[in-house]
T-cell receptor, first 115, second 115 residues
Framework: KNQVEQSPQSLIILEGKNCTLQ??????????LRWYKQDTGRGPVSLTI?????NTKSNGRYTATLDADTKQSSLHITASQLSDSASYIC??????????????FGKGTKLSVIP | GAGVSQSPSNKVTEKGKDVELRCDPI?????LYWYRQSLGQGLEFLIY????????KSGLPSDRFSAERTGGSVSTLTIQRTQQEDSAVYLC?????????????FGPGTRLLVL
């Protein structure tokens, strides 16, 4: 069954600290994995996208890693800011033939950055 | 069963004209999303419908963009006074939440070219 599991479910950290969010998946065949940031009441905004051959990718203070062998990804946030408070969603894409595909969303990690 | 269908599959229009893009979601899916994907870019969230709730329009890039979902099923994305930068693939997805896990099913998209 195609699943995406994220941990922790929620996280509270002090401003300026680093944190790492985890994503494990069983989606197959794997196409790519994307991390989204979603502010409350807003649509998701893509942070990074990683394909099978990529191990790490950075976007400012966000660094994503991917281990396609163990089917694990992480999102590391450096020097957190109050504006980082949001839900972080891991999304895995699989092709389902004839040009169509599916995205399986994790339930997200709710991050709260406090002063 | 039938997946998400979109029409037209391709649309070429002149700058300044209005266009309507149609999405037929999977029957029974309560959530419907519109995304845009420009050449070489990731998915850009546009608008999200969930049941009878007010749609999340936070991703619409300008007031030239609007969308409706009639009867909780078919959706139409309208772009008024099209500009060349509107050229992209417009993707529609409907989703099903099962045991807390959301899976989005994407249609093949409408490729829009504004001349």
């Amino acid at each position: 069954k195609n699943q995406v599991e994220q941990s922790p479910q929620s996280l509270i950290i002090l401003e300026g600290k680093n944190c790492t969010l985890q994503c494990n998946y069983t989606v197959s065949p794997f196409s790519n994995l994307r991390w989204y940031k979603q502010d409350t009441g807003r649509g998701p905004v893509s942070l990074t996208i990683m394909t099978f051959s990529e191990n790490t990718k950075s976007n400012g203070r966000y660094t994503a890693t991917l281990d396609a062998d163990t089917k694990q990804s992480s999102l590391h946030i450096t020097a957190s800011q109050l504006s980082d408070s949001a839900s972080y969603i891991c999304v895995v894409k699989r092709h389902s033939g004839a040009g169509s595909y599916q995205l399986t969303f994790g339930k997200g990690t709710k991050l709260s950055v406090i002063p | 069963g039938a997946g998400v269908s979109q029409s037209p599959s391709n649309k070429v229009t002149e700058k300044g004209k209005d266009v309507e893009l149609r999405c037929d979601p999977i029957s029974g899916h309560t959530a419907l999303y519109w995304y845009r994907q420009s050449l070489g870019q990731g998915l850009e969230f546009l608008i999200y419908f969930q049941g009878n709730s007010a749609p999340d329009k936070s991703g619409l890039p300008s007031d030239r963009f609007s969308a409706e979902r009639t009867g909780g099923s078919v959706s139409t994305l309208t772009i008024q006074r099209t500009q060349q930068e509107d050229s992209a693939v417009y993707l529609c997805a409907s989703s099903l939440v099962w045991q807390g896990q959301e899976t989005q099913y994407f249609g093949p998209g409408t490729r829009l070219l504004v001349l």
